[in-house]
């Protein structure tokens, strides 16, 4: 063997041996924690137009940074997991895009997303595996927020009745059914009441905010250091819409409700000292610590 061709060899055998160990620590099972932990994950980017954006009664003018931040999250609790929003894309298809392929043909929105990382090597980097967590939820069933659903089949899932059922409605454009087949003979905890106690302490509770979808929800912590948070899901999508206050997109499955619960919202956080992150918000999302760093 040439000199040139036998350095080539054990370079590419180097590189094969450290992928094999970063691997094995990347895989190394997680420790329950000994207080509230929230991981975030990039899920990827949705660019938006100007329709896109004045959609949400506001102009790109008025909000500056046009796109979309797409985030999934993990809460690491003493007492089990919780995965929260579950991507735009599923990992099949962002591993397919990443070889050159088209991937799920039927991801609508992959022509104007960008997912940088499969959710599962997010997770493997912290020590998880989707069939490690305890339970799983997201705000709502649109088509950017539970694409790797079938990722957690074997966890149980907590689910708003009202949500199920426009999940599986017919004719129901808002929602992409491939995402979550696996899931519909999943255990499920069926969430009837305004709020749920996910693990008993009041650390995670989620929260009943329908009108973006029949069964939306938000997901409220009270993490030991950092304090109370709402994590928003798409009861705003820019933080203009807020502080502009405009009224909800004509396009909410039920405008009237989703404009009440926006009232209702700001009223608990204020009463409760409660600071909301809005999940689309690109501009604050850069500026939150993405794992392996967490908020405790």
């Known amino acids: 063997m040439r000199p040139r061709l036998k350095w080539l060899s054990v370079a590419v055998m180097a590189i094969a041996l450290i992928g094999v160990d970063v691997s094995a620590r990347q895989t190394k099972p997680a420790q329950p924690p000994k207080s509230v932990r929230l991981y975030v994950f990039d899920c990827g980017v949705i660019n938006v137009n100007r329709a896109g954006t004045e959609r949400y009664k506001v102009t790109p003018e008025e909000v500056g940074e046009t796109r979309f931040s797409v985030p999934c999250f993990l809460v690491a609790h003493p007492k089990g997991t919780l995965m929260w929003d579950l991507g735009i894309l599923p990992d099949e298809t962002v591993e397919a895009r990443a070889r050159g392929e088209q991937g799920n043909p039927t ?105 973006h979808s029949p069964g939306h929800q938000v997901m409220v912590l009270n993490l030991p250091k950092t304090g109370r948070i709402m994590i928003a899901g798409d009861l705003y999508h820019y933080p203009q819409e807020r502080t502009l206050h405009r009224p909800p997109p004509d396009t909410e499955a039920n405008v009237q409700q989703s404009a009440a619960s926006r009232v209702m919202i700001e009223e608990y956080l204020k009463k409760t000292k409660t600071e909301i992150w809005i999940s689309h918000d690109f501009v604050a999302n850069a500026k939150l610590k993405k794992s392996p760093a967490y908020y405790e």
């Open 107 to 211: 991801a609508t929105s992959a022509a104007v997303t960008t997912v940088p990382r499969t959710l599962a090597s997010q997770l493997a980097e912290i020590g998880y595996r989707p069939t490690d967590i305890t339970y799983f939820a997201f705000s709502h069933a649109h088509t950017d927020h539970n694409a790797n659903a079938n990722l957690f089949a074997k966890s149980t899932w907590l689910a708003r009745p009202a949500e199920r059922a426009f999940m599986w409605e017919e004719g129901n454009t808002r929602v992409n059914r491939t995402f979550f087949e696996n899931i519909k003979s999943s255990k499920s905890i069926s969430l009837d009441k305004d709020e749920y106690d996910v693990f008993g302490d009041a650390s995670v509770i989620l929260k009943a905010a329908p009108g």
